[in-house]
């Protein structure tokens, strides 16, 4: 990396931490945690499923496991970059012995994980921080519609 770019960098980044309040970093990490939570949860539940009636529902569930991790990735590059330090706790994780269980379980995460980025959003809105909403809004996004493919496959299912 050339000189200049890493005294870019880091300037960026001091200016950064001066700007990212504790209850941000506590929130994100928070966050953090619950998206290991979710990725382990969705692998357990698709290998769960695999080779039942239900492989379809395998399949996806593997696919929100790693869109699980993508977003664990965004949120820790994310704290890094306002000065925080990263968390490894895991979050809860819960598993059922049917399918219908299994989703519904995925459903409740994915419904608590808007909600809070939905908060987190605000926040950053009302304290002009632009570039923590924009990434959170594009993992919203990815949650939104595995909330509406996990309401989908129990509708399917009853
Ligand atoms: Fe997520
Ligand atoms: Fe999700």
């Known amino acids: 990396m050339k000189t200049s770019k890493i005294i870019s960098t880091y300037l960026h980044r001091v200016t950064a931490v001066e700007k990212a309040p504790k209850e941000l970093i506590d929130d994100l ?11 382990v949860q969705y ?7 695999m080779g039942a009636p239900e492989e379809t529902f395998a399949k996806e569930l593997l696919t929100h496991a790693d869109e699980e ?5 965004k949120i820790a ?4 970059y306002l000065g925080g330090t990263v968390g490894m706790k895991i979050g809860e994780t819960e598993s059922a012995p049917t399918t219908v269980g299994m989703l519904k379980i995925d459903l409740k995460g994915e419904e608590i994980a808007i909600d ?14 632009p570039g923590t909403a924009q990434i959170i809004r594009e993992i919203i996004v990815d949650e939104e519609s595995h909330r509406d ?10």
Request: glycine fraction near 2%; aromatic fraction near 10%.
């Open 43 to 49: 692998l357990q539940h698709s290998q769960m499923l």
């Open 69 to 73: 991790w993508g977003h664990a990735k």
């Open 77 to 80: 590059e994310r704290i890094s």
């Open 116 to 129: 809070r980025y939905r908060s987190r959003i605000s926040w950053c809105d009302s304290h002009n921080d």
């Open 29 to 39: 990490n928070r966050d953090l945690e619950l998206e290991f939570a979710a990725m």
């Open 149 to 158: 493919e996990l309401l989908i496959y129990l509708n399917l299912k009853s």
